[in-house]
Nanobody, 130 residues
């Protein structure tokens, strides 16, 4: 069973920055054959898409609410995907989850719907205070 472990949780003030990491293990495919996504869920709200990077790393896509402030990247040598979050706002407060979708071949495709992902991390808390 693929295991995803997020790290980098923290509390920052408005305008601050955080970097989340998600490291994969027990992979059934090489890490470079997984599209990786970040989602978040705030208290009382449904889970929402944040960002995704294709298995090749060539394509990225962001939710409008984070575009220009967040950057997703990957290091296949470390089986890790990152989410650099800048200019944080109180509305970014949520539990952040990484997710993996096996593509079985290198692809520039990306996925924004949670149901398309097979594996999920346990989540990491991000709190932004005003």
């Amino acid at each position: 069973q693929v295991q995803l472990v997020e790290s980098g949780k923290g509390s920052v003030q408005t305008g601050g920055s955080l970097r989340l990491s998600c490291t994969a293990s027990r992979l059934t495919l090489t890490f470079s054959k997984y599209a990786m996504g970040w989602f978040r869920q705030a208290p009382g709200k449904e889970r929402e898409f944040v960002a995704v990077i294709s298995s090749t790393g060539s394509s990225t896509y962001y939710a409008d609410s984070v575009k220009g402030r967040f950057t997703i990247s990957r290091d296949d040598a470390k089986n890790t995907v990152y989410l650099q979050m800048n200019s944080l706002k109180p509305e970014d407060t949520a539990v952040y989850y990484c997710a993996a979708k096996g593509t079985y071949y290198p692809s520039n495709d990306y996925y924004t719907a949670g149901h398309e992902y097979s594996y999920w991390g346990q989540g990491t808390q991000v709190t932004v205070s005003s």
